[in-house]
């Protein structure tokens, strides 16, 4: 499962952040169904966008005419405090995050950073310092913009760094960017997930911080 993968000895790891590290799933629904509803879209025009950054989601169901106040309509919704509600910390994500407290390591997230700072706020994650949102970036998931940002917010090259992934989208944006891919089947099927290796959650695996950099096996 993880033969790709454990041989190797990385310089950082950088983690996605919704279906990744935090199950963001009921109230990310909320939110663009609100939005959907408000604007004339139907829901099932807004499903299937999982990863990408929200803007990018109403630039491709809306017309140019309409998508500059969309855009700041959905990004009001997805702050509002109501909408943070059910927000919980995924199996693995705590104890990965604290096995990687003295290594590199960083979020890449297609939240703006707003929402991505309400929403680790919601789950009561311990973060990493280094956080790179929509913000961030000129090009969102599944461009490789995020990660690259991220491995040199941190100084490492990203053909050195491990990418964990829920999303085709952002295996993408890993792929293009150089790293290597480690996929969770949180919110997708594993025959949708193209990766170095798939797992359940970050609770099969565990993550070892040396002075050579960070390592990868299965949990006992």
Known sequence: MLDRLVDRVFEAVLFDMDGTLIDSTPAVIRS??????????????????????????????????????????????????????????????????????????????????????ARIAASQLVPPSVLVTADDVARGKPAPDPYLQAARRLGVDPTSCLVVEDAPAGLESARVA?????????????????????VKDLSDVRFKATPAGIQLELAN
Do not use: F, M, Y
């Open 32 to 117: 663009w169904d609100r939005w959907a509803a408000e604007h004339d879209v139907p829901s099932l025009r807004v499903a299937g966008w999982h990863g990408v950054p929200s803007a990018n989601v109403v630039r491709g169901v809306l017309p140019p005419d309409r998508q500059e106040a969309a855009i700041v309509r959905i990004q009001e919704i997805e702050i509002e405090i109501a909408d943070l509600d059910g927000i919980v910390v995924l199996p693995g994500a705590a104890e990965a995050l604290e096995a990687l407290r003295n290594g590199k390591t960083a979020i890449a997230t297609s939240c703006t950073l707003p929402l991505a700072k």
């Open 178 to 198: 150089g790293c290597a891919t480690l996929a969770v089947t949180t919110t997708t099927s594993p025959e949708d997930l193209i990766a170095d290796a798939v």
